[in-house]
């Protein structure tokens, strides 16, 4: 029959028919892609779920249109017309152009390119190329290092398992996950994917991970047993029902498709997380600054158009002043100095295994006082570990532990992850030689109504045991004694009692229990074995945690040493999130579960999140919305995690990071990807991210200080002086050579105090900065003016009060930044970097050289007497005394941000 089957299909495979088939239907006009049916709504989809799982197995068979056996090919070819490929709605990358005009399309650089384009129909040519190639600079940078960033996510991005195994016409065979359609039996064992939502037939032993979609560690057991009705169960608890996304964690069932793609409860997810992402706190602060120099601006140009206009009768010139006075204003490397701190900070990053995907979340790293983390793998090794083995007394025992262990290395049915723990276990601690000890009898396999299993053992004596191990209630329920130091005691009601206790009590603290019990049996076995699961003897329970990682502890002193406040955020119970946020030093202030989150409108929210440390049984909705709640109170928040139920959190977040091993949407939504999935990672970004917005407000606070004092100056001098104080020209060089020598400070220290606490955007901080510290170098300026005038009498020679004005303005601006670089006194108890250190003297000295040049009269200089030097001095190093005063008592008023 297979040959025969084989020559009909031509010696092509099923796959290769079906992809002929999409290409037929496309020449028709028609797209797999493009289904006939449109995809549900998420509503629509938990109303679907919830009903298919009380609907009995004819049922869904009837309203399927399917069979046990499977759907034909012709109908399954069919049905992908229909429905289309199984495939859920991915983020989308932009045409690079509109990836550019994003990078463009932002306050400052519209600004700048604005001051190009009146530049260039004004003749002034040299401010258009000089403006010109800062920007290009500046974009150009942006947008090759997010594109290598991307290009770097892209290539982690990986399928686990491309095929699952479908039943059609009655045959097994291995199909394409985008290939399978409603209606398809698909046969499920360990390791699988799960390739669509699905309603379980027949079901073995199966025990899904789910950890993707509710953060729960322990896999969950699924069974063909139709799900109770109940108004208020999640959709995720339906015992009957697999989900997209999830895997086979040991088992085996077979299941009926019932919705496929974007109609899937994660196909759900995805689509409601793919589109425009949030402005995050980095974007907002570089928007509110450039329009605070915007209004800086719309005050200082148009007075100081008029002024000269009036005074000197000459429009047009005065409207290229006017212009300069705009540039002058603006931070013009404003926007190449953000880049190049960030990319600096990314290369950084690069070295500890952090991808860097959008370059903002350098700095939000630093601004970030909320972290939000959720638990599975983050702060636990996400592996369920053996933690005690106890006896009625709660005390350690180790027979408890062989017993056990010589029931899971005997049993035959799947293997579970806690037998995997207790064989681990027994390994660690050398209980062996179970093999040469013991020869299995019979077994009695777990089965979800007894929810235990049992085995009997013969030794070397030939004396025979049998050993259970399973559900506490259920054991208890065949015990009728129980050991203590090698003795058996009557199992009375007191004991009972204590031992139901102790299992209440660790159970609370989010451990999973099992009990452990034994019979010697005498003689030869008469009957079945599960005659004999009656009177044991109650050996101890066994209990077991998704441990915390012993790096977690370290990571969250530090975080919160440097200022960061840690939240949980989980799909998992509260019991197991509490003992696990104790056991890493996280203070608890209060915990809020996801059906109480449900109920609060945003104001509520935004109140009970400030005082709430632990939220647990979160959907990826309550998610989402304690992130944005955090945030508009004013929090910079940062979120970790990995499964699509982290996804709009991690949209929503002012950082987003996911790792590796996260879900594709997961890492889509991010801004960092961790190769690692530490938190120590986390401490090193805080630090580098704050390390990267110091030297960025280093600069923004100079150069806006600075600019707006050589504003101030220009606006007196526009009232008094018969001349311009400074040419054009003049002005376009000088804040040339100041923008060069600002170049280097990516590349400067920071303090250590600086980065103790979190650092975010301060615009009124900065407004008020330039407003104290501005007006210092206009008293020097004013001063250079008087003795420009009164001292070298340039009242008839104004390129001598030009060049004089010229270099005393270079200077000065250039040398304070060593006073403002830091909170402390400079050259005494703090230095610059070497290179910002070369670079600024460097400057003043090309500046002062110009002077001098055969390249002067270009731009109208000079040559300045003699004297003028040595007052040149006076001035500096008046300058960087009282600006030291000034910052000492502004900080002492106001901090340090």
Same mark, same amino acid.
């Given at each position: 029959?297979?040959?025969?089957?084989?020559?009909?299909?031509?010696?092509?495979?099923?796959?290769?028919?079906?992809?002929?088939?999409?290409?037929?239907?496309?020449?028709?006009?028609?797209?797999?892609?493009?289904?006939?049916?449109?995809?549900?709504?998420?509503?629509?989809?938990?109303?679907?779920?919830?009903?298919?799982?009380?609907?009995?197995?004819?049922?869904?068979?009837?309203?399927?249109?399917?069979?046990?056996?499977?759907?034909?090919?012709?109908?399954?070819?069919?049905?992908?017309?229909? =429905?289309?490929?199984?495939?859920?709605?991915?983020?989308?990358?932009?045409?690079?152009?509109?990836?550019?005009?994003?990078?463009?399309?932002?306050?400052?650089?519209?600004?700048?390119?604005?001051?190009?384009?009146?530049?260039?129909?004004? %003749?002034?040519? /040299?401010?258009?190329?000089?403006?010109?190639?800062?920007?290009?600079?500046?974009?150009?940078?942006?947008?090759?290092?997010?594109?290598?960033?991307?290009?770097?996510?892209?290539?982690?991005?990986?399928?686990?398992?491309?095929?699952?195994?479908?039943? /059609?016409?009655?045959?097994?065979?291995?199909?394409?996950?985008?290939?399978?359609?409603?209606?398809?039996? #698909?046969?499920? @064992?360990?390791?699988?994917?799960?390739?669509?939502?699905?309603?379980?037939?027949?079901?073995?032993?199966?025990?899904?991970?789910?950890?993707?979609?509710?953060?729960?560690?322990?896999?969950?057991?699924?069974?063909? $047993?139709?799900?109770?009705?109940?108004?208020?169960?999640?959709?995720?608890?339906?015992?009957?029902?697999?989900?997209?996304?999830?895997?086979?964690?040991?088992?085996?069932?077979?299941?009926?498709?019932?919705?496929?793609?974007?109609?899937? =409860?994660?196909?759900?997810?995805?689509?409601?997380?793919?589109?425009?992402?949030?402005?995050?706190?980095?974007?907002?602060?570089?928007?509110?600054?450039?329009?605070?120099?915007?209004?800086?601006?719309?005050?200082?140009?148009?007075?100081?158009?008029?002024? &000269?206009?009036?005074?000197?009768?000459?429009?047009?010139?005065?409207?290229?002043?006017?212009?300069?006075?705009?540039?002058?204003?603006?931070?013009?490397?404003?926007?190449?100095? #953000?880049?190049?701190?960030?990319?600096?900070?990314?290369?950084?990053?690069?070295?500890?295994?952090?991808?860097?995907?959008?370059?903002?979340?350098?700095?939000?790293?630093?601004?970030?006082? #909320?972290?939000?983390? *959720?638990?599975?793998?983050?702060?636990?090794?996400?592996?369920?570990?053996?933690?005690?083995?106890?006896?009625?007394?709660?005390?350690?025992?180790?027979?408890?532990?062989? =017993?056990?262990?010589?029931? @899971?290395? =005997?049993?035959?049915?799947?293997?579970?992850?806690?037998?995997?723990?207790?064989?681990?276990?027994?390994?660690?601690?050398?209980?062996?030689? $179970?093999?040469?000890?013991?020869?299995?009898?019979?077994?009695?396999?777990?089965?979800?109504?007894?929810?235990?299993?049992?085995?009997?053992?013969?030794?070397?004596?030939?004396?025979?045991?049998?050993?259970?191990?399973?559900?506490?209630?259920?054991?208890?329920?065949?015990?009728?004694?129980?050991?203590? *130091?090698?003795?058996?005691?009557?199992?009375? @009601?007191?004991?009972?009692?204590?031992?139901?206790?102790?299992?209440?009590?660790?159970?609370?603290?989010?451990?999973?229990?099992?009990?452990?019990?034994?019979?010697?049996? &005498? %003689?030869?076995?008469?009957?079945?074995?599960?005659?004999?699961?009656?009177?044991?003897?109650?050996?101890?329970?066994?209990?077991?945690?998704?441990?915390?990682?012993?790096?977690?502890?370290?990571?969250?002193?530090?975080?919160?040493?440097?200022?960061?406040?840690?939240?949980?955020?989980?799909?998992?119970?509260?019991?197991?999130? &509490?003992?696990?946020?104790?056991? $890493?030093?996280?203070?608890?202030?209060?915990?809020?579960?996801?059906?109480?989150?449900?109920?609060?409108?945003?104001?509520?929210?935004?109140?009970?999140?400030?005082?709430?440390?632990?939220?647990?049984?979160?959907?990826?909705?309550?998610?989402?919305? $304690?992130?944005?709640?955090?945030?508009?109170?004013?929090?910079?928040?940062?979120?970790?995690?990995?499964?699509?139920?982290?996804?709009?959190?991690?949209?929503?977040? *002012?950082?987003?990071?996911?790792?590796?091993?996260?879900?594709?949407?997961?890492?889509?939504?991010?801004?960092?990807?961790?190769?690692?999935?530490?938190?120590?990672?986390?401490?090193?970004?805080?630090?580098? %991210?704050?390390?990267?917005?110091?030297?960025?407000?280093?600069?923004?606070?100079?150069? !806006? @200080?600075?600019?707006?004092?050589?504003?101030?100056?220009?606006? %007196? !001098?526009?009232?008094?002086?018969?001349?311009?104080?400074?040419?054009? !020209?003049?002005?376009?060089?000088?804040?040339?050579? +100041?923008? #060069?020598?600002?170049?280097?400070?990516?590349?400067?220290?920071?303090?250590?105090?600086?980065?103790?606490?979190?650092?975010?955007?301060?615009?009124?901080?900065?407004?008020?900065?330039?407003?104290?510290?501005?007006?210092?170098?206009?008293?020097?300026? +004013?001063?250079?003016?008087?003795?420009?005038?009164?001292?070298?009498?340039?009242?008839?020679?104004?390129?001598?009060?030009?060049?004089?004005?010229?270099?005393?303005?270079?200077?000065?601006?250039?040398?304070?930044?060593?006073?403002?670089?830091?909170?402390?006194?400079?050259?005494?108890?703090?230095?610059?970097?070497?290179?910002?250190?070369?670079?600024?003297?460097?400057?003043?000295?090309?500046?002062?050289?110009?002077?001098?040049?055969?390249?002067?009269?270009?731009?109208?200089?000079?040559?300045?007497?003699?004297?003028?030097?040595?007052?040149?001095?006076?001035?500096?190093?008046?300058?960087?005394?009282?600006?030291?005063?000034?910052?000492?008592?502004?900080?002492?008023?106001?901090?340090? &941000?």
């Amino acid at each position: 029959m297979g040959i025969i089957y084989g020559w009909m299909l031509g010696g092509k495979t099923l796959a290769d028919r079906v992809e002929e088939y999409e290409k037929r239907v496309e020449l028709l006009g028609y797209e797999t892609k493009n289904p006939k049916i449109s995809p549900k709504s998420k509503t629509e989809i938990l109303e679907s779920l919830t009903q298919t799982a009380i609907d009995n197995k004819d049922s869904i068979f009837l309203k399927l249109e399917s069979s046990i056996n499977g759907l034909s090919y012709r109908e399954a070819k069919k049905r992908l017309f229909q =429905y289309g490929l199984n495939e859920i709605e991915h983020e989308k990358r932009p045409h690079w152009l509109i990836r550019l005009f994003k990078i463009i399309a932002n306050p400052l650089v519209s600004l700048l390119l604005l001051i190009i384009v009146v530049s260039f129909f004004t %003749g002034d040519l /040299r401010t258009t190329v000089v403006i010109s190639v800062m920007v290009l600079i500046s974009v150009a940078l942006r947008f090759f290092q997010e594109n290598q960033a991307f290009n770097s996510a892209e290539s982690l991005k990986s399928m686990v398992k491309t095929t699952c195994t479908v039943i /059609r016409n009655s045959n097994k065979r291995e199909v394409d996950l985008k290939q399978v359609v409603p209606g398809d039996i #698909i046969e499920l @064992s360990a390791g699988d994917i799960i390739p669509a939502d699905l309603r379980v037939i027949e079901s073995n032993e199966l025990f899904v991970n789910q950890s993707l979609l509710t953060g729960e560690a322990l896999p969950v057991e699924k069974h063909a $047993v139709y799900q109770p009705t109940d108004k208020n169960i999640s959709p995720l608890e339906l015992k009957n029902i697999c989900f997209m996304g999830t895997n086979v964690e040991s088992g085996h069932a077979i299941a009926i498709v019932l919705q496929t793609g974007a109609s899937t =409860y994660f196909g759900s997810l995805a689509k409601s997380i793919t589109g425009q992402k949030v402005q995050t706190s980095f974007d907002r602060g570089v928007d509110k600054f450039t329009w605070l120099m915007i209004g800086f601006m719309g005050i200082m140009v148009p007075m100081v158009f008029l002024i &000269n206009g009036l005074t000197k009768g000459n429009w047009f010139e005065a409207f290229l002043f006017g212009i300069s006075i705009a540039v002058g204003l603006t931070p013009e490397m404003l926007p190449a100095i #953000i880049t190049v701190n960030l990319s600096r900070g990314s290369v950084n990053m690069s070295k500890k295994k952090v991808i860097v995907k959008q370059l903002s979340s350098i700095q939000n790293f630093g601004a970030m006082n #909320i972290l939000c983390t *959720d638990k599975t793998g983050t702060l636990t090794l996400n592996k369920i570990v053996l933690i005690e083995n106890i006896n009625i007394l709660g005390k350690d025992d180790p027979q408890v532990l062989h =017993y056990a262990y010589i029931n @899971s290395y =005997y049993q035959t049915g799947f293997k579970n992850l806690l037998d995997t723990a207790v064989l681990k276990h027994a390994k660690d601690n050398k209980v062996n030689n $179970v093999d040469i000890d013991y020869k299995k009898i019979d077994e009695l396999p777990f089965d979800f109504k007894r929810r235990r299993v049992s085995i009997i053992v013969e030794d070397k004596k030939g004396k025979k045991i049998l050993i259970c191990k399973g559900a506490v209630e259920e054991v208890l329920s065949i015990c009728s004694y129980y050991e203590l *130091d090698k003795k058996e005691h009557p199992l009375d @009601s007191k004991a009972l009692r204590e031992i139901k206790q102790m299992n209440e009590r660790y159970s609370k603290e989010g451990y999973r229990v099992i009990a452990v019990a034994h019979q010697h049996v &005498n %003689g030869e076995l008469d009957g079945e074995i599960n005659q004999k699961e009656k009177n044991l003897v109650f050996s101890g329970l066994m209990t077991f945690l998704d441990p915390p990682k012993k790096s977690a502890i370290e990571a969250i002193k530090k975080l919160n040493q440097y200022g960061i406040e840690v939240k949980i955020l989980t799909g998992d119970n509260e019991l197991v999130t &509490n003992k696990i946020a104790k056991d $890493v030093g996280i203070d608890i202030k209060g915990t809020l579960l996801g059906k109480d989150v449900e109920k609060m409108d945003d104001a509520t929210l935004r109140k009970k999140a400030e005082n709430t440390t632990i939220f647990a049984k979160l959907s990826p909705d309550d998610k989402r919305r $304690v992130v944005e709640a955090l945030k508009s109170s004013d929090h910079v928040v940062g979120f970790l995690g990995d499964g699509i139920n982290d996804a709009p959190a991690l949209r929503s977040a *002012d950082v987003g990071i996911s790792v590796d091993g996260g879900v594709d949407i997961a890492k889509e939504s991010a801004g960092i990807i961790l190769l690692e999935t530490s938190l120590n990672i986390l401490v090193d970004g805080v630090v580098e %991210g704050r390390k990267v917005f110091g030297n960025i407000t280093k600069y923004i606070k100079m150069g !806006a @200080s600075s600019n707006f004092g050589n504003m101030f100056s220009v606006l %007196g !001098a526009s009232i008094f002086l018969p001349f311009l104080p400074m040419t054009a !020209a003049q002005i376009l060089v000088n804040n040339l050579l +100041y923008d #060069i020598s600002q170049t280097a400070i990516p590349l400067d220290n920071v303090d250590q105090e600086y980065i103790e606490k979190p650092r975010k955007w301060q615009i009124k901080d900065i407004g008020r900065f330039m407003l104290f510290i501005g007006p210092i170098s206009s008293i020097f300026d +004013y001063m250079t003016y008087f003795i420009m005038l009164f001292v070298f009498h340039a009242w008839n020679n104004p390129s001598l009060f030009q060049t004089g004005w010229f270099v005393e303005s270079l200077v000065t601006q250039t040398m304070i930044v060593h006073v403002i670089r830091s909170r402390k006194m400079p050259f005494f108890q703090t230095w610059a970097s070497l290179p910002l250190i070369a670079t600024t003297f460097t400057i003043v000295a090309t500046g002062i050289f110009i002077t001098f040049s055969p390249f002067a009269h270009f731009f109208s200089f000079v040559r300045l007497p003699v004297f003028y030097w040595p007052l040149l001095g006076l001035m500096l190093l008046s300058y960087i005394i009282l600006t030291q005063l000034v910052k000492t008592w502004y900080i002492k008023k106001f901090g340090y &941000n």
